[in-house]
């Protein structure tokens, strides 16, 4: 049963505090996206990668971290540097060279 | 600077008719257009997409449209069911690159 699994669903955090979200895909897909939507914005990019140990910076990079060591897993830390983090965050993917992106059930941040 | 827009925020038909959901988009290296269906707290799910070679792509009840000239493409839904209720949104990509743009949604509520 191939997917994207985002956990927890739910995650309460103190301000300052860094915080990593997980994302994990079976589906053998190369490349992995860090979305965030805010109530009345969309979907903003955050972070994305195409290939194991190679990443690059979406529109809202800043306070944000990734790392990608291994084809199924895309992390995200959100860093006390980040000013708004209490967010929805969705990670997806896709097959290399193909624009249809699955998307995984999201993660719902709210830092108190 | 939005390279995609879906200027209505919301929509609301009655079950049966027509919904028709509207998506601009400014930069002309976009060739390929998805249609995304979120339901709250949940991860978009894909619903229909269409090339820049196309201007019409159906798939049962959905239908894409696509005016090149006019930068603009619309989803038809017919007939429209309850179920249907959720927020809608437009993405382009370019050929090669897995990136998409997203516009910032649109709510569609199907009144039975």
């Known amino acids: 049963d191939g997917g994207i699994t985002q956990s927890p669903k739910y995650l309460f955090r103190k301000e300052g505090q860094n915080v990593t979200l997980s994302c994990e895909q079976n589906?053998?897909?190369?490349?992995m996206y860090w979305y965030r939507q805010d109530p009345g914005q969309g979907l903003r990019l955050i972070y994305y990668?195409?290939?194991?140990?190679?990443?690059q910076k979406g529109d809202i990079a800043e306070g944000y971290s990734v790392s990608r060591e291994k084809k199924e897993s895309f992390p995200l830390t959100v860093t006390s540097a980040q000013k708004n983090p209490t967010a929805f965050y969705l990670c997806?993917?896709?097959?290399?060279?193909?624009?249809?992106?699955?998307f995984g059930p999201g993660t719902r941040l709210t830092v108190l | 600077d939005q390279q995609v827009k879906q200027n209505s925020p919301s929509l609301s038909v009655q079950e049966g008719r027509i919904s028709i959901l509207n998506c601009d988009y400014t930069?002309?290296?976009?060739?390929?257009f998805l249609w995304y269906k979120k339901y709250p707290a949940e991860g978009p799910t894909f619903l229909i997409s269409?090339?820049?070679?196309?201007d019409k792509n159906e798939d049962g009840r959905f239908t894409v449209f696509l005016n090149k000239s006019a930068k603009h493409l619309s989803l038809h839904i017919v007939p429209s069911q309850p179920g249907d209720s959720a927020v809608y949104f437009c993405?382009?990509?370019?050929?090669?690159?897995?990136?998409?743009?997203f516009g910032k949604g649109m709510k569609l509520t199907v009144n039975p």
């Open positions: 930069n002309s290296m976009f060739d390929y």
């Open positions: 993405a382009a990509g370019q050929g090669g690159s897995e990136k998409l743009v």
């Open positions: 269409i090339s820049s070679i196309k």
């Open positions: 997806a993917s896709s097959i290399r060279g193909y624009n249809e992106q699955f």
């Open positions: 589906l053998n897909h190369d490349a």
């Open positions: 990668s195409q290939i194991v140990n190679d990443f």
